[in-house]
């Protein structure tokens, strides 16, 4: 029977690995996502998994040893936040082109410098285009749900790519939630045993591992991979609806709140969309139609979804934990308002950097964001397209 517990992101992230009971573990620690394999040694010691938990010395390592299990048929993982996902770059991209389903629980912090250990997205946001499928969590729950969710979603024939289980640092990794987790038989049948199609270190097979990919084969590589993130999408969604079966919980690529009939809308990654609920509940007090879209899977980007919700909005405020240096604003922004051009959607949208290196974002503040908006829509003027939120000084640029 499912029980209700009190437990950090970083805890349930953890809790849900023991239940899951993957076959490789390599770790090397790094704050804020060093409780994860710390939390998870402690079930190796005492017996309550069967893991080969590895210790490396480095994030490279850690990486590679999770891809080189993976490889061999074997289910694997490790854990990272900031510049440990940095130094995993170099195979961050490998894994993702060899088509293996290895898992990354990344706990979102600010890339260093100068350094700051609080949470941002620029860490996982520098991988976006690595390949590698990334879902987004808004509270301890969530990262819990989707870490038990993660290997089915890799590892399903059609898709067979690697994901990162993202959640913010500090924010939801160390507070204490009240939650609810499954039993471990429960998640133990869900999840199941990998099963081993055309693994890439079959000794029965023989091919070549790793070759140079001239010209010639190169781009169509990079479209099978394109292809299996497409395929992605509809796995994601048919997994989720398994996962409400024994869990009552539901979720999508996004999660729409109060947008039937919204007229202003933000749309965030995160624990701050949990703030920005709060705000929505305040303002439609007073009769404002205010809304939320909160985007779970960033990888792959649910554009359509994401348009489709806004078109009935007249103005949208897309928000980012993350400089891209772009001069025009964040990767959610940018993304956001492509899909949204193609699709015809025509709400006066701004791109707004907000918390990044742990600022605070309060409950006032979202609130400030949708007045903003309303401003805009009975002006008709945008104005700065591309702003900050709560800088010391507000002149800044």
């Known amino acids: ?135 987004y969590a808004e509270d301890n729950q969530e990262a819990y749900d989707n870490m038990v969710m993660a290997f089915n979603i890799a590892e399903h024939k059609d898709v067979m790519l690697p994901i990162m289980i993202c959640q913010d640092g500090f924010i939801t990794s160390h507070a204490v939630n009240d939650m609810e987790l499954l039993d471990d038989m429960t998640v133990k049948e869900f999840v199941g045993e990998r099963e081993l199609v055309d693994y890439l270190l079959n000794p029965k097979e023989t091919f070549a591992v790793g070759p140079y990919a001239v010209s010639d084969y190169y781009m169509e590589s990079r479209k099978a991979q394109a292809h299996a993130m497409e395929n992605a999408k509809q796995v994601i969604l048919d997994v989720a609806k398994d996962f409400e079966k024994i869990s009552g919980r539901k979720y999508g690529l996004i999660e729409e709140y109060k947008m039937d009939d919204a007229e202003y809308a933000v749309v965030i990654i995160g624990s701050a969309a949990g703030t920005t609920k709060d705000a929505i509940d305040r303002m439609r007090e007073n009769g404002d139609k205010v809304g939320l879209i909160k985007i779970r899977s960033f990888r792959p980007f649910p554009g359509k979804e ?39 959607c025509t709400a006066k949208t701004i791109n707004i950097m907000y918390g990044i290196g742990g600022r605070d974002v309060r409950v006032e503040d979202m609130m400030n964001v949708y007045e903003t908006l309303k401003d805009i829509a009975a002006t008709g003027e945008t104005g700065d397209v591309y702003r900050y939120m709560g800088l010391r000084d507000k002149e800044a640029k």
């Open 306 to 344: 994401i348009a489709e919700s806004l078109k009935k909005c007249k103005a949208a405020a897309v928000m980012d934990r993350s400089e891209a240096f772009s001069t025009n604003g964040g990767p959610v922004g940018a993304e956001t308002m492509q899909a949204m051009y193609s699709a015809g």
């Open 1 to 135: 029977m499912p029980k209700r517990v009190l437990l950090s992101g970083n805890e349930a992230v953890a809790t849900a690995l023991r239940q899951i009971n993957p076959d490789v573990f390599p770790a090397f620690p790094i704050t804020p996502s060093t409780e994860i394999p710390q939390y998870f040694s402690n079930y190796v010691a005492n017996g309550l998994v069967d893991t080969e938990f590895i210790t490396v010395e480095s994030e490279h390592s850690s990486m590679s040893a999770a891809m080189g299990a993976s490889a061999a048929g074997a289910r694997a993982l490790t854990a990272t936040s900031s510049a440990g996902l940095a130094f995993m770059w170099e195979v961050l991209g490998v894994a993702a082109s060899s088509r293996l389903p290895v898992g990354l629980a990344a706990v979102c912090r600010a890339l260093t410098g100068p350094l700051n250990i609080n949470c941002d997205h620029s860490d996982t946001m520098g991988a976006r285009d690595s390949g590698w499928i990334q879902l």
